[in-house]
T-cell receptor, first 116, second 109 residues
Framework: NAGVTQTPKFRILKIGQSMTLQCAQD?????MYWYRQDPGMGLKLIYY???????DKGEVPNGYNVSRSTTEDFPLRLELAAPSQTSVYFC???????????????FGDGRWLTVV | AQRVTQPEKLLSVFKGAPVELKCNYS??????LFWYVQYSRQRLQLLLR??SRESIKGFTADLNKGETSFHLKKPFAQEEDSAMYYC???????????FGEGTQLTVNP
């Protein structure tokens, strides 16, 4: 298994441009997530999805959109890039193991996005 | 609202010394606590979770509901333990993890 794969490797965007960060997982996980990590800060949840066709906002959803048309893919779209969106973006997935098993979340290796 | 606090952004110890990374949480329900670790140039990965009561790479963490803490401990730190450590919380049957801000641990030779 490749696990959680994020593309592209890194991007530099100009203010106002749009782009999509791709995320794919091959573990048949039903839950997927997008986090951002600003320098010196913790991980903040942007959006998450509990299954194909279902998405929900996290802590910091403004300026982003997501879709979940398949179990495997969970792209994150920035419509009008702003400098405040300069960050490292992590995609993750998990399979809920129920009440007693908890959730082990598997992360992608993160992607730097710089907006100038 | 659930919240995780890691009071130390940076922690430096010498090899062989004990290490404790602090984590406090606030949550009104029944939480599940985790420690995630990110080694240099590697992706974030699960280190341990309280429900398993396990010791991974010599690390242990005990959930103290009275003090709402989940501190990570290791009696003898090794250089390869140098990494970024994140404490995280979710509700027992939930999926959304709330992360602390992380503690960068450096183990000096």
């Amino acid at each position: 298994n490749a696990g959680v794969t994020q593309t592209p490797k890194f991007r530099i965007l100009k203010i106002g441009q749009s782009m999509t960060l791709q995320c794919a997982q091959d573990m048949n996980h039903n839950y997927m997530y997008w986090y951002r990590q600003d320098p010196g800060m913790g991980l903040k949840l942007i959006y998450y999805s509990v299954g194909a066709g279902i998405t929900d906002k996290g802590e910091v959803p403004n300026g982003y959109n997501v879709s979940r048309s398949t179990t495997e893919d969970f792209p994150l779209r920035l419509e009008l890039a702003a400098p405040s969106q300069t960050s490292v973006y992590f995609c993750a997935s998990s399979y809920s193991q129920g009440k007693f098993g908890g959730n082990t979340i598997y992360f992608g290796d993160g992607r730097w996005l710089t907006v100038v | 609202a659930q919240r995780v606090t890691q009071p130390e952004k940076l922690l430096s110890v010498f090899k062989g010394a004990p290490v404790e990374l602090k984590c406090n949480y606030s949550y009104s329900g029944s939480p599940e606590l985790f420690w995630y670790v990110q080694y240099s140039r590697q992706r974030l990965q699960l280190l341990l979770r309280h429900i398993s009561r396990e010791s991974i790479k010599g690390f242990t963490a005990d959930l103290n509901k009275g003090e709402t803490s989940f501190h990570l401990k290791k009696p003898f730190a090794q250089e390869e333990d140098s990494a970024m450590y994140y404490c995280a919380l979710t509700q027992t049957s939930g999926s959304r993890l709330t992360f602390g801000e992380g503690t960068q641990l450096t183990v000096n030779p």
